[in-house]
C-alpha cells in the first residue's frame, strides 16, 4: 500500500517541475511586459510624443475656424497633460458671438473644441448694410460681420435705445425659428401708452402690432390667427394679450355707406 503511494508521487514530480517552470515564465512576462510599458509612458510624457498634434473645432457656424484654434493656442508645444481648460475658454470666449466651449482630449494627440454660439436674432439697417444682432443684444459692426442681404432673421428699424434692442433681442431668441423666419421688418414705433410698441411687417403680407414686452408670447398664436384671416384684405393683426385683426378699409365702408 504505502509503495503504490511513493510510485504515484514520483510520477508527479515531472509534473509539478513543469508547472513551476510555466508559472517562472509568466512573471518573468509579466515582469518585462510592465518594465516595458512603463518606460513608453516615461518617454510619452518626457519627449514631443505627448504633445497636441491636432486641434478639431466643431459646432462653428459664423467664427472662423483657424480663429479658434489660434486663440486655444495648443500647438505645437503643449502636452495633452497640461491642457489649461480654463484658460482656452476664456481666450475663445472672448468672441462675443460665443456662448461656451467644452475641450475633449482624443488619444494620443487630438484635443476637440466643441463650441456653441449665440444666435443671430435679427440684423440692424445702417447706411444700405446689414449687421447681425446677436440672442444677447450685442451687434456686430465689424466690416466682416456685415451682411448684404439678411435672409434668415428680420431687419430692425427705428430702434435707437439699446435698452429697447437688448430687451426685444432676448425675446426674439425665445421665438421659434420657423416663426421668427415669418418676419421680414420690426419697427420701434413708441407712443406715450406703450414706449415699447412695434410693428412688424410679414412675409405672407400681414402687418402686425405687438409690443416688445412679452412679445414671444404674443406673438406665438399667430400662425393658427392668420389662417382665419381673409389675405386679400388689408389691415393690421393686433397680438397682444387678445389677438384680432383691424382692417384697414372700414372707415372708407362707413363713409361711402353715409354718403349713400
Known amino acids: 500500500m504505502s509503495n503504490r503511494k511513493v510510485v504515484e508521487i514520483d510520477e508527479r514530480i515531472p509534473t509539478l517541475k513543469e508547472r513551476r517552470r510555466q508559472r517562472t515564465n509568466r512573471r518573468v512576462i509579466v515582469y518585462v511586459s510592465s518594465f516595458f510599458i512603463l518606460m513608453t509612458i516615461v518617454m510619452y510624457f518626457q519627449t514631443s510624443f505627448?504633445?497636441?498634434?491636432k486641434v478639431e473645432v466643431t459646432g462653428n457656424q459664423y467664427v472662423d475656424t483657424e480663429w479658434i484654434i489660434q486663440k486655444a493656442a495648443l500647438i505645437p508645444d503643449v502636452?495633452?497633460?497640461r491642457i489649461q481648460e480654463e484658460k482656452i475658454k476664456e481666450n475663445i470666449s472672448e468672441n462675443p458671438e460665443i456662448s461656451s466651449v467644452s475641450i475633449m482630449r482624443k488619444w494620443p494627440n487630438?484635443?476637440?473644441l466643441e463650441v456653441d454660439e449665440y444666435e443671430r436674432v435679427a440684423y440692424i439697417s445702417e447706411s444700405s448694410s446689414f449687421y447681425p444682432l446677436l440672442e444677447t443684444?450685442?451687434?456686430?459692426t465689424s466690416t466682416n460681420k456685415e451682411v448684404s442681404s439678411p435672409f434668415d432673421a428680420p431687419i430692425l428699424s427705428s430702434f435707437y435705445g439699446e435698452e429697447?434692442?437688448?430687451q426685444l433681442a432676448n425675446e426674439l431668441a425665445i421665438v421659434p425659428v420657423s416663426l421668427r423666419q415669418l418676419i421680414s421688418e420690426i419697427h420701434h414705433s413708441p407712443v406715450e401708452s406703450d414706449p415699447l410698441r412695434i410693428f412688424l411687417y410679414m412675409n405672407d403680407g400681414f402687418v402686425v402690432s405687438s409690443t416688445i414686452r412679452r412679445f414671444s408670447e404674443r406673438i406665438t398664436p399667430y400662425p393658427s390667427v392668420v389662417t382665419q384671416l381673409d389675405p386679400e384684405v388689408e389691415g393690421i393683426v393686433h397680438m397682444r394679450?387678445?389677438?384680432y385683426f383691424e382692417r384697414f378699409d372700414i372707415e372708407e365702408e362707413e363713409e361711402g355707406e353715409s354718403e349713400g
Open 137 to 140: 443684444g450685442v451687434v456686430l
Open 241 to 243: 394679450m387678445n389677438p
Open 50 to 53: 505627448s504633445h497636441v498634434k
Open 110 to 112: 487630438t484635443v476637440l
Open 164 to 166: 429697447e434692442r437688448t
Open 79 to 81: 502636452s495633452m497633460w
